[in-house]
């Protein structure tokens, strides 16, 4: 893959590149570039530097900082000799440079040599490192990714992951495989998934990010419904989003109608507004309290003329 903004210099990598059996991409440097490095796993990366824009830089150094890219080599094509950048490219992230112009047999040979080193540093690690799945889990997902051939050293490793204590551990997480970087995917590969997603009965979905084996799952999976592929984490996380935001307007919406059943209810009555509405109920046989002139409240609102007492006046008929 060749990242290059400049268009006269894109052109002169196209009259190089032309009638090689190798698929190349040339592309300019933007802001999604560094998804479809990750998502088409190239085996060589040729950045073309301006020295006036620093997320140049910054995105060598995001390259090395991923698990998917981080080793994979990176060519710097400099406009001009620069003592600064040529002391320091290594450690900026970039495995070699070039000046411009780029002549085509030294460039050729350059990316030879540096795709046949990449590749042998890489089986070696497959045969030395027994490390053939990074296990990443956080933020309600898992991911599996998966860095070798999965024939041989993949799925026997995921006899010893998938024990019944750890699958009940990850019940509610989401469960993704990355296979952007496994050499070879086809629909024997494929087949061992879809019987592996039912370890997984628990989850709606399992999320698979393809990349460049993305032809493969489409040609060869048949549970449409419950394997959902992508071809870079970016589409994932947008679909995580509005999975997400779903959710959480259905949360509000069975919230919304429960207020309004209860509020609703048949039989409910409504709380009085003033004493006049409160209704007192005397059970049948029982007296109520005689009011008297002690009462202060009572006593007041009463307008009965008080009863005249023959005992306490004699003199009068």
């Known amino acids: ?57 910054e995105f060598v150094l995001e390259l090395r900082r991923d698990v998917i890219t981080h080793n994979i080599p990176i060519l710097a094509m400099i406009p001009k000799e620069d003592t600064n950048f040529i002391a320091n490219h290594k450690a900026l992230g970039f495995t070699d440079y070039m000046v411009k112009p780029l002549v085509k047999q030294p ?28 296990v990443d889990r956080g933020h309600g997902r898992v991911f599996f990714q998966c860095r070798a051939n999965l024939k041989r050293y993949v799925f026997p490793e995921f006899k010893k992951i998938f024990t019944p204590n750890f699958l009940k551990s990850i019940l509610t997480e989401r469960i993704c495989f990355d296979v952007r970087v496994v050499p070879e995917l086809g629909k024997e590969e494929v087949e061992v998934f879809e019987r592996l997603m039912k370890l997984f009965m628990g989850h709606e979905k ?7 084996h993305m032809g493969a799952f489409i040609e060869h999976a048949s549970d449409d419904e419950k394997m959902l ?68 409240v009572l006593s007041e609102t009463s307008t009965e003329p008080p009863k005249s007492d023959s005992s306490e006046n004699p003199t009068e008929s």
Request: without cysteine; charged residues 35%.
């Open 107 to 134: 460039l050729l040979d350059r990316i030879h040599s540096h795709i046949e080193e990449y590749k042998f540093s890489e089986s070696s690690k497959t045969r030395d490192n027994m490390s053939f799945i990074v």
């Open 1 to 57: 893959m060749a990242i290059e903004n400049d268009p006269h210099s894109a052109q002169d990598l196209e009259n190089i590149f032309l009638g090689l059996r190798q698929r190349v991409v040339i592309t300019k440097f933007s802001q999604t570039v560094q998804e479809y490095v990750k998502s088409s796993n190239p085996d060589i990366i040729l950045m073309g530097l301006t020295f006036k824009d620093k997320k140049e830089l």
């Open 229 to 296: 592929v992508f071809m870079a984490p970016n589409e994932f996380d947008e679909y995580v989003k509005m999975e997400d935001q779903k959710k959480e307007e259905l949360r509000k919406k069975e919230k919304k109608d429960k207020f309004a059943k209860d509020s609703g209810k048949e039989g409910a009555s409504p709380a009085p507004s003033s004493l006049g509405d409160v209704k007192i109920e005397m059970p049948i046989g029982e007296q109520a309290l005689p009011v008297t002139s002690e009462d202060p």
């Open 206 to 212: 399992v999320v698979f990010i393809a990349g460049r």
